[in-house]
């Protein structure tokens, strides 16, 4: 199956400043990559995709980039804002099954 | 997009109980359905894909007897943990394959 990994897993950042967090995958076929948002004893909440075809992809603040020879691809977050923190997955969908990566932390200190 | 709710949001059992927890799509008919489970601080972990009127393909290393799957109609899907023991106890999510992934808001199984 596909493996997917996640770093790094906690990130802390000032307000303001901007937060990356990588994924890289193992399986080729893997064709659309979301991610998602989970905050405490919450659902996770999709917040940006972006499928094998497309090589970024952006929504306001946030951007999606995808780097299929590689096989990784990573989420930007700009001007970040305290209600930005929470704990960031990464999936990879593979055969109709998404796997997630282990989670990035996020703490945006004010 | 889909709107998934799960029943109940909150279980304690005691071990060696069996538990159901319900997850229905309320807007969209969903012919797969899939149930995670998450412990905390850690990732979801796709235990399996759960399909309307057929068998359930479970994940390598989940037991099959243990976690009972039941996809008996395109907005329901159960999954029922037989015999529950404390080791059991998690956040167990289900989801919607629709245009992406929509979540349910997650039961949380307790067992002492």
């Known amino acids: 199956g596909e493996n997917v990994e996640q770093h790094p897993s906690t990130l802390s950042v000032q307000e303001g400043d901007s937060a990356v967090i990588k994924c890289t995958y193992s399986d080729s076929a893997s064709n659309y990559f979301p991610w998602y948002k989970q905050e405490l004893g919450k659902r996770p909440q999709l917040i940006i995709d972006i499928r094998s075809n497309v090589g970024e992809k952006k929504d306001q603040r946030i951007a999606v980039t995808l780097n299929k020879t590689a096989k990784h691809f990573s989420l930007h977050i700009t001007e970040t804002q305290p209600e930005d923190s929470a704990v960031y997955f990464c999936?990879?969908?593979?055969?109709?099954?998404?796997?997630f990566g282990s989670g990035t932390k996020l703490n945006v200190k004010p | 997009g889909a709107v998934v709710s799960q029943h109940p949001s909150w279980v304690i059992c005691k071990s060696g109980t069996s538990v159901k927890i319900e997850c229905r799509s309320l807007d969209f008919q969903a012919t797969t359905m899939f149930w995670y489970r998450q412990f905390p601080k850690q990732s979801l972990m796709l235990m399996a894909t759960?399909?309307?009127?057929?068998?359930?393909?479970?994940e390598q290393g989940v037991e099959k007897d243990k976690f009972l799957i039941n996809h008996a109609s395109l907005t329901l899907s159960t999954l029922t943990v037989t015999s529950a023991h404390p080791e059991d106890s998690s956040f167990y999510i289900c989801s919607v394959r629709a245009e992406t992934q929509y979540f349910g808001p997650g039961t949380r199984l307790l067992v002492l």
């Open positions: 999936a990879a969908n593979n055969f109709n099954k998404f796997y």
């Open positions: 759960s399909n309307e009127g057929s068998k359930a393909t479970y």
